[in-house]
């Protein structure tokens, strides 16, 4: 069965490499990629011909009104779309005080207003959602192993950024069981690409400088390349499952090596040094995420045996460090 496919926030890193993914397999036929920004131009030779497969729209996904106008438009009847795949915005520097709408941070509008017109949509039949392994729970230690059943992280004192990646996981959750929608929600950890990027990660995803870490913990950091997301993604739309899946590599490895890894600066400090410049956070230019949160003492991996069994997903790339054609050493994915 081939697959007409809208993907959203497509002009971001991962949701780039998942329109390529997706433009690549032979199972999939339409795609429309869903941007706040201009169309990547890593998408030019996808848009050429008389009839391209890939199409782009610019729109604010937050906004009522830009996405009704978008699921009632010609052109997204004309696309046929039944599957909808829905990356949370994830590759934008945001600053603390991100924009909220109607009272909610940006990401659960969002995914709220996604999941609103997917269930409305009569032709989508099938909705695929990036969520974050950061919605867990983390009790004391490194020795966390996390299945799909493990307990949220309903701690109201969260930092925001963590509190609205747990309100989208809730708000899809409540969705799992729809009888006409199938849905799959795959909570991925730290997403790394080459050159040293990396997504996902409450901590290093915010760009501070120096990056601190509280004094006496190194907490084991779970890892999956952006390559393994998006062919998770695949995976997924091809399944005729519905359900939440953990997706992860096979490597994890302690915060202050990734912190190294990726050019931060890993500074130990007291936690109460911490709890202090947390309070502050936004007038010293923190994102309160990476000073606070259990996050940042205890670590976890991921118990990836659902998604093998029933998607059939199991990771493929390779994440360490390798030397440049300079001899520097810079962190790389690379196929086992």
């Avoid at 909610?104 to 009569?122: G, H, I, K, S």
């Avoid at 359900?243 to 890993?266: M, Q, R």
Wanted: net charge neutral.
């Amino acid at each position: 069965m081939t697959h007409n496919v809208l993907v959203t926030h497509a002009d971001e890193p991962i949701g780039r490499r998942i329109v390529k993914t997706l433009f690549h397999d032979e199972g999939v036929g339409r795609i429309l990629a869903v941007g706040s920004g201009p169309p990547p131009r890593a998408f030019d030779r996808f848009v050429s011909g008389s009839e391209p497969r890939l199409g782009y729209a610019r729109l604010d996904l937050a906004k009522h009104r830009p996405v009704s106008d978008l699921f009632h438009s010609a052109r997204f009847r004309a696309a046929e779309i039944d599957t909808l795949v829905h990356v949370p915005r994830h590759g934008v520097a945001m600053s603390p005080a991100r924009p909220i709408v109607s009272g909610l941070p940006e990401r659960t509008a969002e995914t709220r207003l996604v999941l609103q017109y997917a269930l409305e949509a009569a032709t989508i039949e099938h909705l695929v959602v990036v969520g974050s392994a950061f919605v867990y729970r983390l009790p004391p230690g490194n020795a966390n192993r996390l299945a799909e059943d493990s307990e949220l992280n309903l701690d109201p004192n969260l930092p925001i950024d963590i509190r609205s990646w747990i309100d989208c996981d809730m708000i899809i959750h409540g969705e799992v069981h729809n009888d006409r929608l199938r849905v799959a929600l795959l909570r991925v950890p730290t997403v790394v690409a080459d050159g040293g990027y990396v997504y996902m990660n409450p901590v290093l995803g915010s760009g501070a400088r120096p990056q601190l870490r509280s004094l006496g913990f190194d907490p084991i950091c779970a890892l999956v390349s952006d390559k393994d997301v998006a062919r998770a993604i695949r995976c997924a739309v091809h399944s005729e499952r519905s359900g939440i899946y953990n997706i992860a590599g096979a490597e994890a490895v302690p915060l202050s090596v990734l912190a190294n890894w990726t050019g931060h600066h890993s500074v130990p400090v007291p936690g109460s040094v911490l709890s202090w410049l947390s309070v502050g956070a936004k007038w010293i230019g923190y994102d309160e995420a990476a000073l606070q949160g259990s996050h940042l003492r205890y670590g976890f991996t991921l118990d990836t045996e659902r998604a093998s069994r029933e998607l059939g997903f199991r990771p493929s790339v390779r994440i360490g460090l390798a030397r440049a054609g300079d001899g520097r050493l810079q962190l790389e994915t690379a196929s086992v």
